[in-house]
């Protein structure tokens, strides 16, 4: 019995080293015929002769073996040259894409895929590829490259009379001086109807008609009027909107139902705020109506749809003079104008006839150096230099040029921009098809 075990011992042993030496020596030949193979493709690419060559480099490459990535770069090469031909830009591209699936993706693939998309037009898919190596390598080089692209816009093919800023991926549209909205596309959703028109929210928009106010829907259907006498509206926001009745402004809902607060004036909501007129002098009111900068100042800074607050802060005018007031307190800063923060990024303040960025803490974070600017959108800020409007990033450089004659804050990866031919929309490339910024 004991014999038996150790004959059997004795024969897994050295069935073990047979098959370690079988292992060994396939593994040796397998590597071999992959050098050999590549060895054969150079030669035969140094005479130009690449489509001979491309069988010997997909075998290669298809080893599991140390010169597997040579064998690549090599396939690489050939199918560049025969690119020309059809199906060779589809293997080119699942190559780069099998190469950059790998763990330990070098950064100069992430580089050669982007720079294969660029050369084809096809800038969204290089953005792709950067903007994700980026987050992925943090490489100086990538980020560069995608900073430098990433600012690549289309202008729209329709134009508008005017256009105002955007407002939930809507814009209200004049054309024949009547009022309409339309999506940040260009499609009119509501035609140009109207003698005035709110924002879109939600659901509805807030009309005016001749004497008639009531809301719509996207589709311009009716769903809601009021009975009392209105005679102006504001902006819808927050299923809230201001009506002028004869006995002054109101807040109303988007039902049309009206508060029983009234002000000589009242802006649109933000963020739970809106600034607000009473007795001639300004103060900023929440939803309930309480005070949370009192009626006492001549002026709450609003931008272009009656917005006020943002990120905590508000800009208060008093005589000369604009001040910050964020997290319950004014600034000691003064500046000679401002405008209101936007949901992120920073504000636009002037100073010394020129204008610059600051954050809600009041530092200055961009010099004061433009003609005219707006609060940033996104990462982006309207600026003007000399005549014309263009694009700053954070860092305040310019990423798209000044040669617009007006220009409103992105939001979506969307711009109004007032050109030659009216007002159009440019939109970044990185935005197509939902790609965020």
């Given at each position: 019995?004991k ?35 590549i ?6 690419i140094?005479d ?53 699936n ?22 969204q898919e ?8 980026a ?8 980020l ?11 202008l729209s ?7 105002s800023a ?12 009547m ?9 009119v959703?509501?035609?140009?109807e109207?003698?005035?028109i709110?924002?879109f929210?939600?659901?509805?928009v ?13 589709n ?22 201001p009506?002028?009745t ?18 000589n ?10 600034a607000?007129?009473?007795g001639?002098?300004?103060?900023v ?18 931008d ?14 008093n ?20 405008r ?5 990024g920073?504000a636009a303040?002037?100073?010394n ?9 009041g530092?200055e974070?961009?010099s ?6 707006l609060?940033?959108?996104q990462?982006l ?5 000399g ?5 700053i990033s ?34 970044l ?9």
């Amino acid at each position: 019995m004991k014999k038996t075990v150790r004959i059997l011992i004795c024969v897994v042993f050295c069935l073990f080293l047979i098959i370690s030496w079988v292992f060994a020596v396939n593994s040796k030949s397998t590597a071999e015929k992959q050098l050999f193979l590549i060895e054969q493709a150079k030669k035969l690419i140094g005479d130009e002769l690449y489509i001979r060559a491309l069988p010997l480099l997909e075998e290669a490459a298809g080893y599991n073996a140390p010169h597997t990535v040579f064998a690549e770069n090599e396939l690489k090469r050939v199918y560049l040259a025969l690119i020309g031909n059809r199906g060779f830009s589809r293997k080119y591209a699942t190559l780069l894409e099998k190469q950059m699936n790998r763990q330990d993706t070098e950064p100069c693939i992430y580089i050669e895929a982007a720079n294969y998309y660029l050369s084809s037009n096809k800038t969204q898919e290089a953005l792709v590829i950067l903007k994700s190596a980026a987050a992925k390598t943090g490489d100086p080089e990538i980020l560069a490259l995608y900073e430098k692209y990433r600012y690549v816009y289309e202008l729209s093919n329709v134009s508008f009379e005017h256009a105002s800023a955007i407002f939930e991926q809507t814009i209200q549209i004049q054309s024949n001086d009547m009022w309409g909205i339309a999506s940040i596309d260009g499609i009119v959703m509501i035609p140009c109807e109207y003698d005035k028109i709110s924002t879109f929210s939600r659901d509805r928009v807030i009309v005016r008609k001749g004497n008639d106010i009531y809301a719509v829907d996207k589709n311009n259907n009716r769903i809601a009027v009021i009975k009392e006498a209105v005679y102006d509206i504001g902006n819808l926001a927050e299923n809230r909107i201001p009506l002028l009745t004869e006995n002054g402004w109101c807040r109303a809902s988007g039902e049309l139902e009206l508060g029983e607060s009234l002000f000589n004036e009242m802006g649109m909501y933000s963020g739970g705020y809106a600034a607000a007129q009473n007795g001639g002098k300004w103060g900023v009111v929440d939803l309930s109506n309480n005070w949370l900068i009192s009626a006492d100042h001549d002026d709450i800074i609003r931008d272009e749809l009656g917005r006020c607050f943002a990120q905590n802060a508000v800009f208060v005018r008093n005589g000369d003079f604009v001040y910050l007031f964020t997290d319950g307190s004014f600034s000691d800063t003064v500046y000679e104008d401002a405008r209101p923060f936007s949901d992120e990024g920073y504000a636009a303040v002037k100073k010394n006839g020129k204008w610059g960025f600051i954050d809600t803490g009041g530092i200055e974070v961009i010099s004061f150096i433009f003609d005219d600017a707006l609060s940033f959108g996104q990462h982006l800020a309207a600026v003007k230099l000399g005549e014309f409007w263009g694009y700053i990033s954070m860092y305040g450089h310019i990423v798209i040029e000044p040669v617009f004659f007006e220009a409103k804050s992105f939001s979506e990866g969307c711009a109004p921009v007032l050109t030659n031919r009216g007002w159009q929309i440019i939109t970044l490339i990185e935005y197509k098809k939902g790609v965020s910024l």
